[in-house]
């Protein structure tokens, strides 16, 4: 939904909508679909992703070790790194990814960076969200292969150009802009299904994969993503 709350006398006054001339940025199609549907003009719509710095996000042949080594001493080029950005709240779905690696080899390893707030009406919520991740990996015998980072990092390039494959599971998204950081840094992506936000811009084969929620089609996913050859990312 596109309109925004406000108080009952602004909508008296002024109308419960955006101004007839306003133009509306939609950061994908998914966004652009929902204006339309909520009857905005298609010429009030104007349909751009978020943009990314290619001074710093951006493709570094033959440094992946370099990377690497400075972040993740521990995962050596023998290793598949995943990794996965997001904020540790539900809906990023980290917990789906537990599941996931349970379904891959050993030599797989996954890195999961993000927030993890620690106060607020939210903290709690989260904070379990949290803990159920750490008693998942535990569970499933994964210390050694689920790496779990719950603080904002400034540097998220290096992450990239670290990485085998970047994860987005996430159960909504308007657009996800780590994903278009990590494909200008060369990096293929595997994607949940949701249609109208990865699919614009994620080429099955060449660049990444979209993929229904199966943890098991995950995994399949993954390790196909890592056989991408490099001339076409």
């Given at each position: 939904n596109p309109h925004q709350y406000e108080p009952k006398l602004v909508s008296v006054l002024f109308g419960d909508r955006l101004p007839k001339g306003a133009v509306v940025v939609c950061l994908s199609q998914a966004l652009k679909d929902a204006?339309?549907?909520?009857?905005?003009?298609?010429?009030?719509?104007?349909?751009?992703?978020?943009?990314?710095?290619?001074?710093?996000?951006?493709?570094?042949?033959?440094?992946?070790?370099l990377h690497r080594n400075g972040l993740f001493p521990a995962i050596d080029e023998s290793n598949v790194l995943i990794l996965y950005l997001a904020k540790f709240i539900p809906l990023k779905n980290q917990l789906f990814l537990v599941d996931v690696m349970s379904h891959?080899?050993?030599?797989?390893?996954?890195?999961?960076?993000?927030?993890?707030?620690d106060s607020g009406p939210l903290a709690k919520?989260?904070?379990?969200?949290?803990?159920?991740?750490?008693?998942?990996?535990?569970?499933?015998?994964?210390?050694?292969r689920v790496q779990l980072i719950p603080r904002f990092i400034s540097d998220p390039q290096d992450y990239m150009k670290a990485a085998d494959v970047l994860v987005m599971p996430t159960v909504q998204e308007a657009l996800g802009t780590p994903f278009l950081e990590a494909l200008a840094c060369g990096v293929p992506v595997v994607a949940n299904n949701i249609p109208g936000v990865f699919d614009q811009w994620i080429r099955p084969g060449v660049n990444g994969y979209i993929c229904d929620l199966d943890a098991t089609l995950w995994a399949e996913k993954i390790t196909m993503a890592t056989r991408i050859p490099e001339e076409n990312r």
């Open positions: 204006c339309l549907n909520h009857g905005y003009r298609d010429d009030q719509l104007w349909c751009r992703p978020n943009p990314v710095d290619e001074s710093r996000f951006n493709y570094e042949a033959g440094r992946k070790a891959l080899p050993d030599h797989f390893k996954l890195v999961m960076v993000g927030p993890l707030v919520r989260d904070g379990d969200y949290y803990a159920a991740i750490e008693e998942a990996v535990h569970g499933r015998g994964l210390e050694d």
